[in-house]
């Protein structure tokens, strides 16, 4: 029996091949909060002068304050992260290797703030930075579906 082509032939090939399949479902998880911590990070600093005290914190950098350095540092990784996530989540061509630099940048923050701030500033004491784990598992699977995204 020949199975007869229908109009939405073209459809059903092309959800077996999205390249948001290609992506776990954790990774999933974490694409909707940078999208939305991205978001938020735009309105901070657009309406920055209007507020007195913002608790933002990232990677163990904090601030209380978006138009602080640290504040400015933390709004524009978060708008970096939500830009990553946008174009993951929109399966754009660039997202992949914007995902890579992402976690690259993220681990050597971590690793900065774990390593060289507590020995340099006495404030700060050290701490292990567990958000080491999903980056280096986010960076790995990144660097595994890079061909394969980059080829649908």
């Known amino acids: 029996m020949?199975?007869?082509s229908t109009a939405f032939a073209e459809f059903d090939n092309n959800i077996l091949t999205r390249r948001?399949?290609?992506l776990p479902t954790w990774?999933?998880?974490f694409l909707w909060i940078f999208l939305i911590g991205g978001a938020l990070s735009a309105v901070f600093l657009i309406a920055g002068s209007l507020m007195t005290?913002?608790?933002l914190s990232i990677y163990g950098i904090s601030a209380n304050h978006p138009y602080s350095m640290t504040g400015l540092l933390i709004c524009?990784?978060?708008l970096f992260?939500?830009?990553v996530a946008y174009g993951l989540w929109f399966e754009q061509n660039w997202a992949v290797q914007a995902a890579i630099v992402d976690a690259i940048i993220g681990i050597g923050i971590c690793l900065i703030?774990?390593?060289i701030i507590p020995f340099t500033i006495p404030t700060i004491s050290f701490t292990i930075r567990l958000e080491l784990i999903p980056l280096y598992f986010y960076l790995k699977k990144m660097q595994n579906i890079k061909k394969t995204w980059e080829s649908l």
Do not use: A, P, Q, T
Request: charged share 30%.
């Open 76 to 78: 524009f990784l978060f």
């Open 81 to 83: 992260k939500g830009i």
């Open 53 to 55: 005290h913002v608790s």
């Open 113 to 115: 703030m774990m390593v």
């Open 27 to 29: 990774i999933k998880v």
């Open 2 to 4: 020949e199975e007869k």
């Open 20 to 22: 948001r399949n290609l």
